[in-house]
């Protein structure tokens, strides 16, 4: 009987509980004996491993987070790091390797793969910032908290007539920004891809005042150039001239933390099964996500050189919208 493991690692996402349950139940179906990695790589450095039955993934695909625990794990970045990694799954004779996780881990899965582990990745990250999947696992979760979020400030900006700054995560990838900015209905955008100065949102705003708006809602993804922080001391500066009441929310941790969505629990549900077939058919050295509605493989190593495309005319459909 073949052993495999699974582990999740950097940003925790809504969905992750519910690829480990399918990859343990999955595996178990096709004979595999499963094993879960605690805390990431640095769980896999330290040999921190831990046999897993359907029973001990009950109860866990409705849940967020993951039941694994993760890691930012800077040792793994070095030769040591990733060698005792290989060693400690040697040691224990598991010859198959499931990485849960965003950009980072998939590089990580890469370097463990060109040292000869038969590792699938699962893209699962809330940023959706890597090519190969349409949509990673969590994103969409991430998505419906911010709308929820912006949903309740654009009730209180109309109320008091004011601009509600509202900084969403995402990384280096504006898709939660902009995403939530379109759904959200708002006024101005800001994504590190197609950056916008301060005193373009300013006009942006107060031109959306001058058709007859009487409140406004700037999404900014955090990893724009000019971030809330940036936005809020230019509006302070200028706040005798532009004559906006504003206020800043920042989302930061909260968009992580949600319930899965039915679309991750299903996507999590098809590529954890996937991942622990394709290990079983001796694929590996691949991605698996989601491409136009179905589980996809790619190659992992141009994806982790690869930064997510974006969309110009998402941004263009939005400035349409907010009129
Ligand atoms: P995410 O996977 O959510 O993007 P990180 O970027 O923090 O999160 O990556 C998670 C972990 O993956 C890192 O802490 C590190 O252990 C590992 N990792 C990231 N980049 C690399 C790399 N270039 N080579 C090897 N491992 C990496
Ligand atoms: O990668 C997921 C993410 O939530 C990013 O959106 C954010 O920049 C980062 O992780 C925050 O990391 P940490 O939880 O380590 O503060």
């Given at each position: 009987?073949?052993?495999?493991?699974?582990?999740?690692?950097?940003?925790d996402?809504?969905?992750?509980?519910?690829?480990?349950?399918a990859?343990?139940?999955?595996?178990?179906?096709?004979?595999?004996?499963?094993f879960?990695?605690?805390?990431?790589?640095?769980?896999?450095?330290?040999?921190?491993f831990?046999p897993?039955?359907?029973?001990d993934?009950?109860?866990?695909?409705?849940?967020?987070?993951t039941?694994?625990?993760?890691?930012?794990?800077?040792?793994?970045?070095?030769?040591?790091?990733?060698?005792?990694?290989v060693?400690?799954?040697?040691?224990?004779?598991?010859?198959?390797?499931?990485?849960?996780?965003?950009?980072?881990?998939?590089?990580?899965?890469?370097?463990?793969?060109?040292?000869?582990?038969?590792?699938?990745?699962?893209?699962?990250?809330?940023?959706?910032?890597?090519?190969?999947?349409?949509?990673?696992?969590?994103?969409?979760t991430?998505?419906?908290?911010?709308?929820?979020?912006?949903?309740?400030?654009?009730?209180?900006?109309?109320?008091?007539?004011?601009?509600?700054?509202v900084e969403v995560?995402?990384?280096?990838?504006?898709?939660?920004?902009?995403?939530?900015?379109?759904?959200?209905?708002?006024?101005?955008?800001?994504?590190p891809?197609?950056?916008?100065?301060?005193?373009?949102?300013?006009?942006?705003?107060?031109?959306?005042?001058?058709r007859?708006?009487?409140?406004?809602?700037?999404?900014?993804?955090?990893?724009?150039r000019?971030?809330?922080?940036a936005?809020?001391?230019?509006?302070?500066?200028h706040?005798?001239?532009?004559?906006?009441?504003l206020?800043?929310?920042?989302?930061g941790?909260?968009?992580?933390?949600?319930?899965p969505?039915?679309?991750?629990?299903?996507?999590?549900?098809?590529?954890?099964?996937?991942?622990?077939?394709?290990?079983?058919?001796?694929?590996?050295?691949?991605?698996?996500?989601?491409?136009?509605?179905?589980?996809?493989?790619?190659?992992?190593?141009?994806i982790?050189?690869?930064?997510?495309?974006?969309?110009?005319?998402?941004?263009?459909?939005?400035?349409i919208?907010?009129?």
């Amino acid at each position: 009987m073949s052993r495999v493991a699974v582990l999740t690692s950097g940003g925790d996402a809504p969905g992750m509980n519910a690829a480990i349950r399918a990859a343990v139940r999955g595996g178990i179906a096709l004979g595999i004996e499963m094993f879960g990695v605690r805390h990431g790589y640095s769980g896999l450095i330290a040999g921190d491993f831990v046999p897993l039955g359907p029973r001990d993934v009950g109860g866990i695909i409705e849940v967020g987070g993951t039941m694994l625990g993760t890691s930012r794990c800077p040792a793994f970045l070095t030769d040591e790091g990733q060698e005792s990694a290989v060693r400690q799954l040697l040691q224990r004779d598991i010859s198959g390797l499931i990485v849960i996780g965003g950009n980072g881990s998939q590089t990580g899965a890469l370097a463990l793969s060109r040292r000869g582990v038969a590792v699938v990745g699962i893209a699962s990250t809330i940023d959706n910032d890597l090519v190969g999947s349409d949509i990673t696992l969590g994103a969409t979760t991430a998505l419906g908290i911010a709308l929820e979020a912006i949903d309740r400030l654009r009730v209180t900006a109309s109320a008091h007539g004011r601009v509600f700054l509202v900084e969403v995560m995402g990384r280096t990838c504006g898709y939660l920004a902009l995403m939530a900015g379109i759904a959200g209905g708002a006024e101005a955008i800001l994504i590190p891809e197609a950056e916008q100065s301060p005193e373009q949102v300013a006009a942006a705003i107060k031109d959306a005042y001058q058709r007859g708006k009487s409140h406004a809602i700037i999404v900014v993804a955090e990893g724009a150039r000019y971030d809330a922080d940036a936005l809020a001391d230019y509006f302070t500066e200028h706040a005798q001239r532009l004559r906006f009441e504003l206020r800043v929310t920042k989302l930061g941790h909260v968009q992580r933390g949600g319930v899965p969505c039915p679309f991750d629990r299903l996507s999590a549900s098809l590529l954890g099964a996937a991942a622990v077939e394709r290990i079983q058919a001796g694929q590996h050295g691949i991605l698996l996500g989601i491409v136009g509605g179905e589980v996809a493989a790619q190659p992992l190593a141009p994806i982790c050189r690869s930064p997510k495309p974006h969309a110009p005319h998402w941004l263009e459909l939005a400035r349409i919208l907010a009129r």
